[in-house]
């Protein structure tokens, strides 16, 4: 079974500075993807950033960025330049390559990670 | 290209009630899957549907169903309500690639 681990249930960081959120996931499997999901209180699940498990290099999205250690089975997410709109729960997710004919695999998520972003 | 809808936003039922929750995919997606978020939680998946057929389950019993139609909108079914089925239930929809894009969720307050 994959479990996903966040160990902090909260944070906060000052506007403009950067903050990391950890994760860590437990797995047999060799290859999969790694997300990290922002959940506003809108309730909107958005995909902030992927990593694919056979990608040694860690994957950036402007102030998004992840350290992906696989053999220590770790996944950050570092957030440079905080804005007051990052204010969200941040979920870190696994998912297995899926089978059968579908291109979609299930998703594991973490308990979330609570961010605020001060003025 | 519209997005993925959900309906109704929000629904208060009963004990022992049924309940039908409605998803539309996104256009061109033909699998799409349901979780349940309970307060507080991440995200538990319910299942999946591809292609009209359910294409893998998660740890949830049978009163929980679903079906997909062929314009891939889908439906999740829960019979004999319970107070612990209260939460956001939330659909995703997908097609060719492994990004799942997520619908606003129906929040169901069971009393």
């Known amino acids: 079974a994959q479990t996903v681990t966040q160990s902090q249930p909260e944070m906060s960081v000052q506007e403009a500075e950067t903050v990391t959120l950890s994760c860590t996931y437990d797995?047999?499997?060799?290859?999969?993807?790694l997300f990290w999901y922002k959940q506003p209180p809108s309730r909107q699940m958005i995909l902030v950033i992927r990593?694919?498990?056979?990608?040694?290099q860690n994957a950036t999205e402007n102030r998004f960025s992840v350290n992906f250690q696989k053999a220590a089975k770790s996944f950050s997410l570092k957030i440079s330049d905080s804005q007051l709109g990052d204010t969200a729960m941040y979920f870190c997710a696994f998912m297995k390559l899926p089978g059968g004919g579908s291109t979609l695999g299930r998703l594991y998520f973490g308990r979330g990670t609570q961010l605020t972003v001060w003025p | 290209e519209t997005g993925v809808t959900q309906s109704p936003t929000h629904l208060i039922k009963t004990r022992g009630q049924q309940v039908t929750l409605r998803c539309s995919s996104q256009s061109g997606h033909n699998t799409v899957s349901w979780y349940q978020q309970a307060l507080g939680q991440g995200p538990q998946f319910i299942f999946q549907y591809y292609r009209e057929e359910e294409n893998g389950r998660g740890n949830f019993p049978p009163r929980f169903s679903g079906l997909q139609f062929p314009n891939y909108s889908s439906e999740l079914n829960v019979n004999a309500l319970e107070l612990d089925d209260s939460a956001l239930y939330l659909c995703?929809?997908?097609?060719?690639?492994?990004?799942?894009?997520f619908g606003p969720g129906t929040r169901l307050t069971v009393l």
């Open positions: 995703a929809s997908s097609g060719t690639s492994n990004e799942q894009f």
């Open positions: 990593q694919e498990a056979y990608k040694q």
């Open positions: 797995t047999s499997e060799n290859n999969y993807y």
